[in-house]
């Protein structure tokens, strides 16, 4: 099937390839609800993060952080570390979609001289919040006022129903099977299980206990959906020549895109229903990398829902359009195993629902040989991140 | 964000966006918004149209629709569908515009017998929760086409 591409863009981005690092990366406990606040959870991802990158808090002189929840901006840093320097922030940074465009706002800060040591910082603490009835997910789309209107009341909400129908509707258009969803599921279960803090580290998953489970909206099954989770992570970024001289190796960006959907924000209307506009992104941060698909060692991806994981690795040029089942079916997604090792760590899927910061996280310590699926001769690592009419991609390699 | 109108999840029939919807509905009548420049149908409905830019009215279609997708509900995610659970909630595509998805309820129509693209049609019913007394609200909702 070829695809139709006049249903997004790419937002154009100047090369950043090479001109910074990731030096330190910072992650709290993954679990349940903790009791915890986003900004204790947020403040502790940071603390790691600078002390990883054996920095002090006073030398962190730029932030980017979420401004849609804004948990953790300048002055939860400062009233944290006891600081009152001058900082360089964006709220565009964060989690999601903006974890991967964060290393390229921290690229131009830095090359602008407005900034030399940038904090990205996202915590979550959307399982406690769940028990008080607020936050979370669903609360923030059902507070749209179309969505109030036009969808809720016909029950075509939350978020796994639409994706319930993202599902069925990549059932009916490539003949995806169930096993080939569980075959994701199952895949991402084992390497939680290799990672030692994914809430799902524990708990093994077989395909028969997939095709058992209860369904949360028909065909979308209980495995097919990431948990409700509290954590944080952080990262440091900081020019490349700076790097050096700092206690890890570098680990270099060499690609940032970002692609979005014509069709606003809504699931229901999205001109494209089984594509995400990863097409747009990936291969414009594959371009300014300097890489193809066939370089990828890692690949992480906002995998909030099996479907997401199947239609990302179509979109970003792993496979064809309407093959990732099979190619999950094939094993090809095994960190020890396969030809592309895929959410390493678990994934939201199993590791933690903590909306992509920790697949920027993996991919370092891929890169850095310390993470607990690791991968052998792992040199370049990808994050894909999505939020529906939002896509980026981020490439990230050994100093070469 | 937490949403305080007590008649949620019932639509908002004064919401300006999409009271003629509900307006239309309340008369058993499906109506979509159309640019009065280039006759485009918009979907959502938005302040203008974002072709051309031209004004949009409310347009009477035929309900006729086939089925794009559809999932089977069967966790509670709102209190307010505890006792509906089961339902089938559906995307369909207007036979005037397959690009107008309506999301609506899928009724009186056999599950397991569903196949994508099947023809459906609109009918006229009063959606009302449990937990919100008192009140109900005429809405589309969709059924296949009988035979």
Redesign the interface.
């Given at each position: 099937m070829k695809a139709n591409l006049d249903w997004g863009y790419s937002n154009p981005l100047d090369d950043v390839a090479g001109q910074v690092a990731i030096v330190g990366i910072g992650e709290t406990e993954y679990s349940k609800a903790s009791g915890r606040s986003a900004r204790q959870i947020g403040a502790e991802a940071a603390e790691r993060a600078i002390a990883d990158a054996g920095l002090t808090p006073s030398d962190i002189d730029g932030l980017t952080f979420s401004g849609t929840f804004g948990e953790f901006g300048v002055a939860e840093f400062h009233a944290h570390f006891g600081t009152s320097h001058d900082m360089w922030s964006s709220p565009w940074g964060g989690g999601m979609a903006w974890a991967a465009t964060a290393p390229y706002l921290a690229a131009k800060a830095i090359g602008e001289g407005k900034a030399r040591h940038v904090l990205n910082v996202f915590p979550v603490a959307w399982a406690t919040q769940r028990s008080s009835m607020?936050?979370g997910p669903?609360?923030?789309h059902?507070?749209q006022?179309?969505k109030?209107?036009?969808?809720?009341?016909?029950?075509?909400?939350?978020q796994?129903?639409y994706f319930?129908?993202?599902m069925?509707?990549h059932m009916?258009e490539f003949g995806t099977t169930r096993e080939q969803f569980g075959a994701v599921a199952i895949e991402l279960r084992r390497h939680a299980n290799h990672t030692p803090g994914a809430v799902f580290h524990e708990k093994t998953l077989e395909l028969q206990q997939y095709l058992d489970a209860?369904?949360?909206?028909?065909?979308?099954c209980l495995f097919d959906s990431c948990p409700i989770s509290d954590g944080g992570a952080a990262y440091v970024t900081t020019s490349l020549k700076r790097a050096r001289d700092l206690r890890h190796d570098p680990i270099v960006v060499q690609g940032v895109a970002e692609g979005y959907s014509g069709s606003?924000t809504?699931w229901?209307?999205q001109?494209a229903?089984t594509t995400t506009p990863q097409v747009f992104s990936a291969p414009v941060a594959f371009a300014m990398a300097g890489v193809v698909p066939a370089d990828v060692d890692v690949l992480t991806c906002y995998d909030p829902f099996t479907v997401v994981a199947l239609m990302q690795l179509e979109d970003m040029g792993f496979c064809g359009k309407g093959e990732a089942g099979a190619l999950a079916e094939s094993g090809a997604l095994a960190f020890d195993t396969g030809s592309l090792p895929y959410n390493t760590h678990g994934g939201l899927l199993s590791h933690a629902y903590v909306l992509g910061i920790a697949h920027v996280v993996e991919c370092v310590k891929q890169l850095r040989g310390a993470a607990g699926a690791q991968v052998r001769d792992c040199e370049v690592a990808v994050y894909g991140g999505y939020t529906g009419h939002m896509a980026s991609t981020l490439v990230l390699t050994k100093d070469r | 964000m937490t949403i305080e109108r007590s008649t949620f999840p019932l639509p908002d029939v004064d919401d300006a966006m999409t009271a003629p919807f509900f307006a239309a509905a309340a008369r058993d009548a499906l109506e979509i918004p159309r640019c009065v420049a280039c006759a485009r149908f918009v979907w959502y409905p938005e302040a203008a149209c974002p072709s051309c830019g031209g004004s949009l009215e409310w347009r009477p279609v035929s309900g006729l629709a086939t089925l794009f997708s559809w999932a089977v509900v069967q966790r509670v995610f709102l209190p307010a569908f505890a006792e509906q659970v089961p339902y089938v909630t559906a995307l369909v595509a207007l036979v005037e515009d397959p690009a107008v998805r309506v999301c609506t309820y899928l009724i009186d129509s056999e599950t397991a017998a569903l196949v994508a693209e099947m023809p459906c049609e609109v009918v006229f019913r009063d959606l009302n929760f449990p937990t919100v007394e008192g009140v109900s609200v005429r809405v589309p909702m969709f059924r296949v086409t009988p035979r």
């Open positions: 607020t936050g669903g609360e923030v059902a507070a006022s179309l109030q209107n036009l969808e809720v009341p016909f029950g075509f909400f939350p796994p129903v319930a129908t993202i069925r509707r009916i209860v369904m949360l909206a028909d065909p979308l606003g809504h229901a209307q001109a229903f | -």
